[in-house]
């Protein structure tokens, strides 16, 4: 029994140190087109297309939408896709490829990054495995704030993070918003106490 209530303390303690981490973090995302300034390539960040039950992830299309709102008024000439393509049969960046042209991006335009397996990953491959030095992130708010961390601790400090829709229930939001805690208290310590770097970057 003690050893449950240590497990749920230490538990808590870490989502705290996450929400601490997550809300007082200063780094602005950008949520009207207006205001994004032009910059050359968007690094829209790979998520699963369908959910359990094959329904739909809204998170997904989010991003395809606020990319394509991106390239489609000029705001960006270049979209890199990095995202997970681990396993045979599950390949995020070829589907975002897809669905952008589907839209009316030109393949030429679109450059894809399949080794892409967590956020840190994308952030640190871009930069110094495809040269993106000053990206628009396109993903939604309560990811894109651990982002733009991720992108200052490896040296992209003049990174901005465009806000993708999220049009989801109150409870699948919750859920996310309390594993995005668990994943600010991950990102500083792969920063600051691991040094981690993304996989098979030089």
């Known amino acids: 029994m003690r050893r449950k209530v240590v497990k749920t303390f230490i538990f808590l303690t870490i989502l705290c140190m996450g929400y601490i981490f997550y809300n007082v973090s200063s780094?602005?995302?950008?949520?009207?087109?207006?205001?994004?300034?032009?910059?050359?390539?968007a690094l829209v960040l790979g998520t699963?297309?369908?959910l359990?039950?094959?329904r739909p992830n809204k998170y997904y299309w989010g991003r395809i939408d606020a990319a394509f709102d991106l390239y489609k008024n000029g705001k960006v000439k270049k979209i890199l896709i990095s995202g997970d393509n681990s396993s045979p049969g599950y390949n995020e960046p070829e589907m975002m490829k897809a669905d952008l042209m589907g839209k009316g991006v030109p393949a030429k335009d679109i450059t894809l990054d399949y080794a892409g397996f967590?956020?840190?990953d994308s952030i640190r491959r871009a930069k110094n495995v495809f040269g993106v030095d000053s990206p628009i992130i396109v993903t939604q708010y309560y990811h894109a704030k651990r982002a733009l961390y991720l992108c200052e601790s490896s040296g992209i400090a003049s990174a901005i993070a465009y806000e993708a829709p999220a049009d989801?229930?109150?409870?699948?939001k919750l859920r996310n918003n309390s594993r995005e805690a668990l994943a600010w208290v991950k990102a500083w310590l792969d920063v600051n106490i691991l040094k981690k770097k993304a996989k098979f970057e030089k």
């Open 27 to 41: 780094r602005e995302v950008i949520g009207d087109l207006s205001f994004v300034p032009h910059r050359e390539t």
């Open 48 to 50: 699963g297309k369908f």
């Open 52 to 54: 359990k039950g094959n």
């Open 118 to 120: 967590r956020t840190l």
């Open 168 to 172: 989801v229930p109150f409870l699948y």
